[in-house]
């Protein structure tokens, strides 16, 4: 199958911290890989690093094919590539339709876009109740909605989702799991870094396992929930 991204021998020092040691991953058109791993282990460092959002000190960064390495990161987000970040990142004087639009401010196809806005709300029921509403003023949860649909609204072929599921209620954590099956479904490739390694591992086609900034394990989601080291070290399971 087509990988949509691969990225090769990456580094990232802060300072005198090596907090990414060569790292290699690859996603596959139309699937969904998953990060897991322990805080710091250097996850959403990486989602930066691809992005361009933290220098790297070595390796490289194709997407599509094309060398993406050294590109700024408003070259790279034209290209299809969109990171919703940790922590709901949402403009909460702007209301949800205005964050919305705000994913599509790039996009000039008013029919494609209108068409995209109503798909994402079909995902999204709560937030078409909430169209005219303050974003400041939605609940946790659902900020963390907005924050992934908006990320929608731009049309990204490779959509990163940074813990999407961080802080949510058990329901909620479920219903955010279930759209982002529904967004891969629709063939849009995901990257999702996550803590919640079970959840993840369930929807995930591929899976690598991060360690103080290396890939100790990689394997199909399936078979890293079958994985001992990966239960007892990351599913609580003995
Ligand atoms: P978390 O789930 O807490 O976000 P993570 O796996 O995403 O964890 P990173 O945030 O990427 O991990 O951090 C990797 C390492 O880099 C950690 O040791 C962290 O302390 C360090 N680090 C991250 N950001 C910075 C920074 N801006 N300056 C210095 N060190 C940093």
Avoid: C
């Avoid at 590109?71 to 209301?95: A, C, D, M, Q």
């Avoid at 072929?157 to 999407?164: Q, R, W």
């Amino acid at each position: 199958m087509q990988s949509v991204l691969s990225i090769e021998n990456l580094n990232v020092h802060y300072g005198s911290i090596h907090a990414i040691k060569g790292i290699s991953l690859e996603v596959k058109k139309g699937q969904i890989a998953t990060l897991i791993g322990a805080n710091g282990a250097g996850k959403t460092t990486t989602l930066n690093a691809i992005t361009n959002l933290v220098k790297k000190s070595g390796g490289k960064i194709l997407f599509e094919g094309e060398d993406i390495t050294n590109l700024s990161t408003h070259e790279i987000v034209s290209r299809g590539i969109v990171l919703v970040p940790e922590g709901r990142k949402i403009f909460p004087n702007l209301t949800v339709y205005e964050n919305l639009m705000m994913g599509a401010y790039s996009r000039r196809d008013q029919e494609k876009i209108k068409k995209d806005l109503n798909w994402t709300l079909t995902l999204f029921p709560r937030l078409r109740e909430r169209l005219k509403q303050l974003g400041g003023t939605l609940s946790g949860g659902e900020q963390q909605m907005l924050a992934v649909a908006r990320g929608l609204m731009s049309k990204p072929k490779l959509l990163m989702l940074d813990e999407p599921s961080l802080g949510l209620a058990p329901l909620l954590v479920k219903e955010v799991f279930q759209i982002i099956e529904e967004i891969r479904k629709e063939g849009v490739t995901i990257l999702l870094v996550e803590q919640n390694a079970f959840a993840a591992l369930k929807v995930a086609d591929y899976a690598y396992v991060l360690e103080t900034g290396k890939v100790v394990i990689q394997d199909s989601g399936k078979d890293l929930l079958n994985n001992d080291d990966v239960r007892k070290a990351y599913l609580g399971i003995a």
